[in-house]
């Protein structure tokens, strides 16, 4: 993954030139066959992220969770079991690095783009394990430099931790926590649109979440994930008369907007015999809400006798939606030849915030 040469050692570039993997030149997006990024699932170990993009103004141009950080991926093009659902196009599953058992270790990096830390290690006799990474970028700091210098400023961070623990011999719980965010200053001079304003943007992403592995036996096994979250963002812009750096403003708009949700997740496998499994799983996340949304507009409009008056034009939203999530499948693998596995499942989704539901019956089938 760390090898693949990509632009920002994003994580997201890394898989570009995989088969049925398309995306643009500047934004990190991933378009699996032909769908949108929307419509691919897209996973931190077992936590669902939402819009994971630093740089949103710039249609996402990097991700949120550092590269040096991760220790595999799964891709799933197409074709993707029951345990997944509510998406069209693919899953992109990441999973983080192990830490070491034993000792500790530290790495810093600088690249053109940001500097990272990374800390890892193990405490109570290597049964516990802990990991964390934190990543600056420096764009300001290079624009600063340049021709455009504090006009324009966008800045980017964010955070990873992982924290687990052995209990015992057949439970292994984990703590989680990532955060990201953007803000970016832009004087609209800049744009050389003639007038003179300012534009602020700010942007977060906020996920924390428990994982209890549980080992009830050699053919048993269950994990239990809950989660909450934040996705924020605001957006406020204004822009004066030509040739003036004060007085009414011919565009002043303000977009804020929050969006928080919990929720709890179970899974389970059991394997009845060497040649049959069974893995059934339930989800419940409650999601909330608001949008608050203004737009004054004032137009110049010339006048016979050669005068400008400004006529003005306004929207004001305010919206709190919520709604649940309520999800669950169940799955049937089974090898009734040395070379050929089936597996029939059956998933249902609810949506209530849409008045949605889905039944999804799926079959596959392997050859080795």
Request: glycine letters at 12%; proline letters at 4%; hydrophobic letters at 35%.
């Amino acid at each position: 993954i760390e090898t693949i040469p990509q632009v920002g050692e994003d994580v997201f570039r890394s898989l570009k030139r995989l088969p049925g993997v398309a995306s643009g030149d500047i934004s990190t997006r991933l378009y699996l066959r032909g769908g949108q990024d929307r419509e691919t699932l897209i996973l931190l170990d077992g936590m669902e992220l939402y819009e994971p993009y630093h740089l949103k103004d710039f249609e996402g141009a990097l991700g949120i969770v550092d590269i040096h950080a991760i220790g595999g991926i799964d891709l799933h093009a197409g074709g993707f079991p029951v345990d997944y659902g509510d998406r069209a196009a693919g899953v992109f599953d990441m999973e983080t690095r192990n830490p070491p058992t034993e000792g500790t270790r530290t790495t810093l990096g600088l690249s053109i783009t940001n500097a990272t830390v990374m800390s890892q290690g193990a405490f109570a006799q290597g049964k516990g394990q802990w990991l964390f990474s934190a990543r600056r970028g420096y764009m300001d700091i290079a624009f600063k430099l340049t021709d455009v210098g504090s006009d324009f400023s966008p800045r980017y961070y964010d955070l990873l931790g992982k924290v687990k623990y052995q209990l015992g011999s057949r439970h292994l719980i984990s703590a989680h926590i990532l955060h990201a965010g953007d803000d970016l200053e832009l004087d609209t001079d800049v744009l050389g649109e003639g007038g003179e304003g300012n534009l602020s943007t700010a942007w977060g992403n906020t996920y924390g979440w428990l994982t209890w592995d549980a080992f009830l036996s050699p053919r048993v096994q269950a994990r239990t994930v809950g989660s909450v979250g934040k996705i924020s963002r605001s957006r406020v812009g204004l822009m004066h008369e030509p040739g003036r750096s004060r007085g009414p403003e011919l565009v002043d708009v303000s977009d804020k907007a929050h969006y928080e949700f919990a929720g709890v997740k179970q899974d389970w496998t059991v394997d009845i015999s060497d040649q049959v499994a069974f893995r059934t799983g339930l989800l419940a996340n409650h999601l909330r809400s608001h949008y608050d949304y203004s737009n004054f507009t004032r137009t110049l409009v010339a006048q016979p006798d050669g005068n400008l008056i400004g006529v003005p034009d306004s929207v004001e939203t305010r919206l709190d939606p919520d709604g649940t999530e309520f999800e669950a499948y169940g799955a049937l693998r089974f090898r009734p030849l040395s070379w050929a596995t089936l597996e029939a499942g059956l998933r249902y989704d609810k949506r209530t915030h849409t008045g949605d539901s889905d039944l999804s019956p799926r079959f596959h089938a392997l050859v080795d």
